[in-house]
């Protein structure tokens, strides 16, 4: 199968009882067990697992070619779960430029936890391998990266990982797996916030985590969710699941719209540069194009001036919306360095553009009278 049949029928079984197209939403929190004490259905207590959580995680692992599915509350504590499975002591390599929930998680919670953790420029691979240590249990990165786009040769770090042995994970948040496949790519792991475009319509929380394969370490990670109880609710899991059987068409839409909006962008006299892996110029477009089937939705720009300069032009954007996220049907623009704080490095002058299902055109226009002086 394609990944457009896929997304619409993976995880989506008839309801035998009912024949119901759309699954039901199994808002139990508990299962009946048999006289002898079984449970007969498999289902024992929703923490555990709950059957729209089941199909979420069929439906996850088949799109990016994994073996097992895990899904959680949110995005980062998919991360932090995938983090809780090294003990104090181990080494994470995380790049430089990751989303910076998890960078956070990183310094202020893992790493104080006992965590050893360098972060480096992952797009030069020499870097990624001079940080790695005897105890260095795994690589963790984002290609395109946050916010700045950063590309990462995925089959490269594989091979970098397993030299000594460490396992390697990819947020492919951005990317989806729509425009890129890192297990199919020899990785071992691939990290979601199903927030973003899986769930497609900023109207739900929640992250995953998937396995190339159904093996001890996944074992762990399963407990970890099931134990550690940070478990998305069945309608959270039912709104993902429904979400992404429109990811394939909404993502190459919106993949398009970009594509039009950097090379719109890229002219404009107002605009000092413009990151979009799609682009010819960005450094990372030969990298990009031997690994993603596209080139995704996400781009950044720097307004040319300062930081009031950016601020200025995302205040005039009437159809685009002032907000943080991203992946929704809805175009997001973000003023980046003022969310995340005093310690981040993003440009000043930078904003952050979700690109969304719009009629390009209409697009073009708001950021024309935004960029107007
Ligand atoms: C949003 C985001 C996260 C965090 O996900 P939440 O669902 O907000 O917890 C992690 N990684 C990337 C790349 C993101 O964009």
């Known amino acids: 199968m394609r990944i457009e049949t896929e997304a619409i029928h993976l995880g989506h ?7 119901a197209i ?3 939403i199994y808002l139990t929190t508990t299962f009946e067990r048999d006289p002898d004490g079984a449970y007969p259905k498999g289902y024992i207590y929703s923490r555990w697992d709950n059957p729209n959580r089941s199909s979420l995680e069929s439906a996850a692992a088949g799109l990016e070619k994994g073996e097992a599915a895990a899904a959680f509350s949110s995005g980062l504590a998919a991360i932090a779960a995938l983090f809780q499975t090294l003990a104090a002591g181990d080494h994470v390599v995380a790049s430089q430029d990751l989303y910076h929930g998890t960078t956070r998680l990183l310094r202020e919670i893992y790493g104080p936890w006992g965590l050893e953790v360098s972060f480096v420029d992952a797009t030069d691979s020499e870097q990624v391998a001079a940080a790695l240590r005897r105890n260095t249990k795994l690589i963790f990165l984002e290609t395109p990266s946050n916010p700045t786009l950063k590309i990462t040769d995925i089959r490269k770090t594989v091979e ?5 042995g460490a396992r390697t994970a990819f947020d492919n948040t951005w990317a989806t797996p729509v425009a890129q ?3 199919e790519l020899g990785a071992d792991l691939v990290v979601h916030s199903t927030t973003k475009y899986f769930g497609g319509h900023s109207d739900v929380l929640s992250g995953i985590v998937v396995g190339k394969r159904d093996d001890d370490f996944f ?3 399963k407990l970890i969710q099931q134990i550690g109880g940070a478990v998305p609710s069945p309608f959270d899991c039912w709104l993902v699941l429904r979400g992404l059987q429109t990811m394939p068409c909404r993502v190459r839409n919106q ?9 719109y962008l890229n002219r404009h006299p107002q605009v000092e540069r413009v990151y979009y892996p799609g682009l010819k110029s960005h450094p990372g477009h030969d990298v990009a194009a031997g690994q993603m089937s596209g080139f995704g939705a996400m781009l950044s720009f720097q307004v040319r001036g300062d930081r009031q ?3 200025a032009a995302a205040a005039k954007v009437r159809i685009i919306k002032r907000a ?6 809805e175009s997001l623009i973000e003023h980046r360095a003022s969310i995340e704080g005093p310690a981040s490095k993003t440009p000043d002058n930078l904003l952050r553009f979700s690109v969304g299902l719009e009629n390009a055109a209409d697009l073009i226009e708001d950021l024309d009278n935004a960029l107007r002086v």
């Open 13 to 19: 079984e008839i309801d035998p009882r009912t024949g």
């Open 22 to 24: 759309a699954p039901p």
């Open 160 to 164: 970098i990982a397993r030299s000594v």
């Open 181 to 183: 496949r890192p297990l």
């Open 219 to 221: 074992r762990r990670l």
């Open 255 to 263: 993949a398009e719209n970009a594509r039009s909006i950097a090379e």
């Open 309 to 311: 300069a950016a601020l």
């Open 324 to 329: 943080t996220s991203l992946g929704g049907v």
